[in-house]
């Protein structure tokens, strides 16, 4: 019995063997560029979210672990230290991307090879102070007046934002008016490293630069401060006048019209 099964066995073996290793470490820094780099550096400073430098030393694998592959459940779940890191990251919560318990030992491995060679992965954010021409710099890049280096679409193909164009953009995303608000200085990070999918599969093989990404944030910024803009009210409102006008007029017109043709046919005595 057990020399007939013994082939299959190992067969299955060779199989099943490759899911449950750890990604390799090309791997695993592909993944963390695909699904860390637009909140995290491991080394080059805070973003969105805080440096991974060492994270080994402040945190046990186990959590870590556990944190990568379900944060909204250690948050919902009132995890003291995932409440705290969520208060002290102006309550951005970290997304649930899908990333599988080898995946996230994968990445743990590499931060802590990074962090034991003091090698830096991710770009840290532009800190020096907008100017007057990086936000029209980025007002360009947004409309698309300006095209990006990489030859990526314009943000309002599918966004909108404060005082853009006469309908404010796009609406397949998010209006971005309060980007700032919700990212804070990491804003430029999500522009130049998106995790959204969408977004990805869009920006992967045409990134915006880091210098870029920081005139768009600067101008998102600029106009997160402005009050409403009562376009969005008056357009459709317009829309609606216009529309029971129209019906109105064609109805009057209408009955005009036909008048004669009823009069002539009422029977005649």
Request: glycine fraction near 14%.
């Amino acid at each position: 019995m057990f020399p007939r099964t013994a082939p299959r066995l190992i067969l299955l073996s060779a199989l099943l063997l490759p899911l449950a290793q750890p990604l390799a470490g090309q791997d695993a820094e592909t993944q963390f560029r695909k699904s860390c780099m637009s909140c995290h550096t491991i080394g080059a400073g805070k973003k969105v979210g805080p440096d991974l430098k060492d994270l080994g030393k402040r945190r046990p694998h186990d959590w870590s672990t556990k944190f990568i592959t379900g944060a909204a459940a250690m948050i919902d779940g009132g995890d003291p230290t995932a409440t705290t890191l969520l208060r002290e990251f102006n309550g951005v919560r970290m997304p649930d991307l899908g990333v599988t318990v080898p995946e996230a030992q994968a990445l743990l491995k590499l931060i802590d090879d990074y962090s034991a060679q003091g090698k830096a992965l991710g770009t840290a954010a532009i800190s020096r102070p907008a100017t007057p021409e990086d936000i029209r710099n980025g007002r360009l890049y947004f409309t698309g007046d300006r095209r990006f280096k990489s030859g990526a679409p314009s943000c309002m193909s599918c966004h909108r934002a404060q005082g853009v164009g006469g309908w404010g953009g796009g609406w397949l995303g998010p209006d971005l008016t309060g980007a700032t608000a919700k990212y804070g200085a990491g804003l430029a990070g999500v522009i130049e490293n998106p995790s959204f999918p969408t977004m990805q599969g869009v920006f992967a093989k045409t990134p915006a630069s880091p210098e870029e990404a920081f005139q768009v944030a600067s101008f998102l910024k600029s106009v997160g401060s402005q009050p409403p803009d009562q376009r969005d009210v008056v357009f459709p409102v317009l829309g609606v006048v216009g529309l029971v006008g129209g019906m109105l007029l064609g109805g009057h017109l209408g009955r005009k019209r036909l008048k004669g043709v009823r009069k002539n046919l009422k029977p005649r005595a």
